[in-house]
C-alpha cells in the first residue's frame, strides 16, 4: 500500500470486513475477554461499542472535552477501573485528540491504547500521524468514511508482539460468500451512480430503507453480548482490497481537496448562529466532514433537507442512532456524559470529500449564512 496507515512496521496491516471488526480483532489479540471493560468516549456511534461487546467485554463511557470532540483526559482518569484493559481514543471529524493528556493517563495505569481513526488517515498532532500513537489504530473504508471501497477495515499494530498475536488469530476468520460480496459491489456502484450532495437526502432514505429489507448491507447491527454478528469472522473482499489500494494511491490529491473545502466553509460561513470548530496549536486537520455547532439543529436540518444541502446529523445521540431505552444495550446512563449530550443537540456537520463541487460549497455557504435563530 502505498500510504502507511499509523505503523512504521512491516506487514503489520490486516484487512477486516469493517473497522469495528478490526477493533474486535485487536482487543481479542489484547487478550480482552468477558468480565473487563474497555473505555470508550460518548459522542460516536454503536459500531464501536459492538466492536467491544463482541469480545464479551463492557464498555465504559468517558465525556468529551467541553468545547470539543474529542475524549476528556480528566474524566477518563475518573473512568478507569481495575478492569479496564484498553482504552480507545477516537479521533473525531478528523480532529486529533489530545494524546499527550490521553497518554499520560494511560501511562500511568499502564492500559494500552488503541486509535479510533475512521473519520481520518492523515491528520497530524504535534507533527505526528494519527494511528500511531497507540499499540494499534483501526479504520474503516465505507460509505460515509474518507475513502469509501465499499465495505471494509483494517487494523494496523505498532507493537511486534501484538502484530503477531493478531496475525496468528487472522487464519480463523474468513472471506465473505459470493452473494454477499456480489451484493456489496452493486451498492457501491449503485451508491456511486446515484450519490451528489445535493441528492444526499433522498439517496440516504432509499439506501436506509434497502438496509432495512436486506437488499443492502446496514451500517448497524442489532447489539447484543449473546448474539454476536457475522461480520465478526470476515475479513476484508479481496478485490475490496484492490480498490482500496488504487484509491489510497491518490490519497494526496484526497486531502488537498478536503482541505480546500475545510477551508471554504471556515472562511465563507459567517452566521452569528453557527460556531466553527476550535483545536489547538499543533494539530494539523483533515476533515472526514466539517463539523458546525447550532442552537436551532432540530429546524436546520429541515430547511437543508427541503433546499437540498447535504447537512449531516451524526451524532443526534451519545451512542448514535440508539435512544432511549437502547442506550442500555451498550451500558450508556443519560447523564453521564453531559458535555457529549449537549453535543449531540447542537451539531451537524458538512461533507469534505471528492464529490463536494464548488458550487456545493457555494450552495451550502449561502444556504448557512441566509439562516438565523429558526
Known amino acids: 500500500m ?3 496507515l499509523g505503523s512504521s512496521h512491516e506487514h503489520c496491516e490486516l484487512f477486516f470486513y469493517r473497522g469495528r471488526v478490526a477493533l474486535y480483532a485487536i482487543l481479542r489479540s489484547l487478550g480482552v475477554e468477558d468480565g473487563d471493560e474497555v473505555v470508550v468516549q460518548a459522542f460516536t456511534c454503536v459500531a464501536v461499542p459492538e466492536g467491544i461487546m463482541a469480545t464479551g467485554a463492557r464498555p465504559v463511557w468517558v465525556d468529551i472535552e467541553a468545547n470539543g470532540y ?3 483526559p480528566e474524566d477518563l482518569r475518573r473512568k478507569l477501573t481495575s478492569c479496564t484493559r484498553a482504552i480507545i481514543v477516537q479521533h ?18 499502564e492500559i494500552p491504547v488503541i486509535e479510533d481513526c475512521c473519520h481520518t488517515l492523515v491528520s497530524t498532532y504535534k507533527g505526528k500521524q494519527v494511528g500511531s500513537f497507540g499499540v494499534a489504530s483501526f479504520y474503516s473504508f465505507e460509505w460515509g468514511k474518507p475513502i469509501v471501497a465499499g465495505i471494509g477495515g483494517s487494523a494496523v499494530v505498532n507493537d511486534p508482539v501484538l502484530c503477531e498475536r493478531l496475525h496468528d488469530a487472522y487464519t480463523n476468520y474468513r472471506v465473505p460468500g459470493i452473494i454477499k460480496a456480489v451484493r456489496i459491489q ?7 451512480l446515484l450519490y451528489r450532495p445535493r441528492l444526499y437526502w433522498p439517496v440516504r432514505a432509499l439506501f436506509r430503507r434497502l438496509g432495512a429489507i436486506g437488499l443492502a448491507e446496514s451500517n448497524y447491527n442489532p447489539v447484543s453480548s449473546d448474539n454476536i454478528a457475522e461480520d465478526f469472522s470476515l475479513r476484508m473482499i479481496p478485490s475490496l482490497q484492490e480498490r482500496l489500494k488504487r484509491k489510497l494511491a491518490g ?24 460556531i466553527h470548530p476550535v483545536y489547538p496549536d499543533g494539530v494539523d486537520v483533515v476533515f472526514a466532514r466539517y463539523p458546525l455547532r447550532v442552537s436551532n439543529k432540530v429546524n436546520l436540518l429541515k430547511a437543508a433537507r427541503k433546499a437540498n444541502v447535504e447537512l449531516s446529523d451524526w451524532y443526534t445521540t451519545p451512542v448514535h442512532p440508539l435512544q432511549g431505552d437502547e442506550l442500555k444495550l451498550v451500558h450508556y446512563e443519560p447523564g453521564s456524559c453531559p458535555n457529549a449530550e449537549k453535543r449531540c443537540e447542537e451539531v451537524v456537520a458538512l461533507p469534505t470529500h471528492s464529490a463536494v463541487s464548488t458550487r456545493d460549497v457555494n450552495r451550502a455557504v449561502n444556504f448557512l449564512n441566509s439562516v438565523g435563530e429558526g
Open 251 to 274: 490519497i494526496d490529491a484526497y486531502t488537498q481537496h478536503c482541505r480546500r473545502v475545510a477551508d471554504e466553509y471556515r472562511k465563507r460561513i459567517r452566521s452569528d448562529a453557527i
Open 92 to 109: 473525531t471529524y478528523g480532529i486529533p485528540a489530545n494524546m499527550e493528556g490521553i497518554l499520560a493517563v494511560a501511562e500511568e495505569a
Open 186 to 192: 452493486l451498492q457501491y456502484y449503485a451508491f456511486g
Open 2 to 4: 502505498n500510504v502507511k
Open 70 to 72: 474529542n475524549i476528556d
